[in-house]
């Protein structure tokens, strides 16, 4: 049997993040050969994999960041079973690994992502290789991308929620750009103005609202109307630029952003948050 010294495991356990243990046994059974112990270490994540496919992830972390020239951000979801290895240290360093290579490599959707190459491996790989190592399911499920002339990231305390927001104009106080990436985390508009609405959500509401003032007896005839009216209001609390700024609700967020420059805007935004 090969002689496994303390430093050909804190070799492998640096290359693979797995347990003291396991490295060392991994060695053994490789018989010493480092690459050999590093599949082992992998053949063990998928075996786990395997055997909690049928898992729900539906913990985990919730991360974005911006290039340096502030021009793209990113957004990424790696999810986990439990919010105890959500708050893992090695869990969320991992995450953010794989946020710096997105940031570095900014591939076009999650599937280009999960492909890159990753400490000699894939990103979709590595993640399994975690299964094995974190011994629970792991999934990257999620993967955005804007780009600005300048991006504003925002990570709500906890990695639970997560913005980027897209803007016409750089240059601008930088505590503008991070009070509208606040608004979209917490007011969560799912339009950038009425016109970005999609037409099947606009039908929705409408029919909402037909229905309501049915059900509050209202006549036929004005059904539309009303329908329209709440249509408006919807567009009021859910679109971005139209809505009320929480730090000044005097305003909407349109007026605030033409106050500190009267042709900056929004161009693009991307928000995620973990059930609550």
């Given at each position: ?178 009070d509208i990436a606040m608004q979209v985390a917490a007011m969560a508009p799912v339009a950038i103005d009425k016109d970005n609405v999609p037409q099947k959500v606009i039908d929705q509401e409408l029919e909402i609202g037909r229905e309501q003032a049915r059900l509050d007896g209202k006549p036929e005839a004005m059904l539309d109307k009303i329908a329209q009216g709440k249509l408006g209001k919807f567009f009021k609390e859910n679109t971005l630029l139209n809505q009320d700024f929480i730090k000044e609700s005097k305003q909407t967020v349109a007026q605030f952003l033409k ?18």
């Amino acid at each position: 049997m090969a002689t496994i010294s303390a430093a050909d495991v804190a070799k492998l356990r640096k290359a693979t993040l797995a347990g003291m243990m396991d490295c060392k046994r991994a060695l053994e059974e490789a018989g010493g050969d480092f690459d050999k112990a590093v599949e082992i270490i992998r053949k063990k994540g998928q075996a786990v994999a395997n055997k909690r496919a049928d898992r729900e992830a539906t913990e985990g972390v919730v991360l974005s960041d911006v290039t340096s020239n502030g021009k793209t951000g990113v957004i990424i979801v790696l999810n986990s079973e439990t919010d105890f290895v959500a708050k893992n240290a090695e869990f969320i360093g991992f995450a953010n690994k794989i946020l710096a290579l997105a940031l570095d490599k900014q591939p076009a959707d999650l599937d280009q992502l999960k492909a890159l190459s990753m400490e000699g491996t894939t990103v979709e790989e590595k993640v399994v290789e975690h299964i094995g190592i974190i011994g629970e399911k792991l999934d990257l499920s999620y993967y955005g991308k804007v780009d600005a002339p300048h991006v504003q990231a925002y990570v709500h305390p906890g990695n639970r929620l997560a913005t980027l927001v897209g803007f016409n104009k750089a240059g601008i106080d930088l505590q503008v750009y991070k009070d509208i990436a606040m608004q979209v985390a917490a007011m969560a508009p799912v339009a950038i103005d009425k016109d970005n609405v999609p037409q099947k959500v606009i039908d929705q509401e409408l029919e909402i609202g037909r229905e309501q003032a049915r059900l509050d007896g209202k006549p036929e005839a004005m059904l539309d109307k009303i329908a329209q009216g709440k249509l408006g209001k919807f567009f009021k609390e859910n679109t971005l630029l139209n809505q009320d700024f929480i730090k000044e609700s005097k305003q909407t967020v349109a007026q605030f952003l033409k106050s500190v420059d009267k042709d900056l805007t929004v161009t693009d935004f991307k928000r995620f948050t973990l059930n609550v």
